[in-house]
Nanobody
Framework: QVQLVESGGGSVQAGGSLRLSCAASGYNPSNYCMGWFRQAPGKEREGVATMDSHGSISYADSVKGRFTISKDNVENILYLQMNGLKPEDTAMYYC?????????????????????????WGKGTLVTISS
C-alpha cells in the first residue's frame, strides 16, 4: 500500500525558511513522478514543484528561485526547501506521487488546479507565514 507522510510544517515569519519532508513507501519511486502541492484556505489546490524519476524538475512561477525540491533515493524521502517565505505561501502542503508521463508531471504546473495526474496523496502539513 502506497503511503506518503509529510512533516516539517510550522509557523515562521516572512523571510524565514522551512524544509518539508515526505516519507514514501509501498511503491517503486524510480518509476514515479513526485511533487509538492498546496492549498490555501478558500483557494484551489495548486502545484508547487514536481520531479520525475530522471531528476527533471519543474516549479510553479510563484516559487521559482525560492523553493527547491529534492529527493533522497536511498531513504525514499522527498524534500521541499522553502526560503524567502511570504505570507501568501501560507497553505496546507501536500506530497503526491503518480505513475505518469513527463508531460503530465510538468506541463501546466503554474496553471490553476494543476494535479499532475498524481494518484497518491499525503494528508498534508500546515505552513503558516506571518508578516
Amino acid at each position: 500500500q502506497v503511503q506518503l507522510v509529510e512533516s516539517g510544517g510550522g509557523s515562521v515569519q516572512a523571510g524565514g525558511s522551512l524544509r518539508l519532508s515526505c516519507a514514501a513507501s509501498g511503491y517503486n519511486p524510480s518509476n514515479y513522478c513526485m511533487g509538492w502541492f498546496r492549498q490555501a484556505p478558500g483557494k484551489e489546490r495548486e502545484g508547487v514543484a514536481t520531479m520525475d524519476s530522471h531528476g527533471s524538475i519543474s516549479y510553479a512561477d510563484s516559487v521559482k528561485g525560492r523553493f527547491t525540491i529534492s529527493k533522497d533515493n536511498v531513504e525514499n524521502i522527498l524534500y521541499l526547501q522553502m526560503n524567502g517565505l511570504k505570507p501568501e505561501d501560507t497553505a496546507m502542503y501536500y506530497c503526491a506521487a503518480g505513475f505518469v508521463t513527463p508531460a503530465s508531471c510538468f506541463t501546466g504546473i503554474s496553471s490553476p488546479g494543476f494535479r499532475g495526474g498524481m494518484t497518491y496523496w499525503g494528508k498534508g502539513t500546515l505552513v503558516t507565514i506571518s508578516s
